[in-house]
């Protein structure tokens, strides 16, 4: 494929699993897209990949072995470089309890595995859009400032 025949891409996504089969899955899925795709498979990766480069959002597992994902969510808030980064968990723990942290320490969404391939991808959608709004929100105030 030539570069004029490339549709510019939707975004830059970081997805974090440490379970391949659900890293390279949402991959494809997102790939196929149209969305720039990198992936980490553990906390401290995607913690690292994110000061190489900003993604647009970050789907995020909440079980993984070194630091979970409510703990990466949480550094990743404290930090003014990436706390405007909207996190999307995705997670087989599907408690009331657990989404609810999820907010808590910052995300913006949950969406329990198994996952319907539809419902990812309306949602990453939907929150790209809102971020999309709100950054020409900001810009848009600091022209009136």
Known sequence: MNSYSEKPSKGNILIVDDALNNL????AILHEE???VRKATSGQMALATCNVELPDLILLDVMMPDIDGYKVCQQLKANPNTQ???VIFI?????????????EVGGVDYITKPFQISEVLAR????LMIQRLHNQLMEQNQQLL
Do not use: G, M
Request: charged share 20%; hydrophobic share 45%.
């Open 24 to 27: 390279n899955l949402l991959s």
């Open 34 to 36: 149209n969305y720039h």
């Open 84 to 86: 405007a980064i909207p």
């Open 91 to 103: 997670s087989a723990l599907d408690d009331a309890l657990d989404k609810v942290k999820a907010f």
């Open 124 to 127: 990453v959608e939907n929150q």
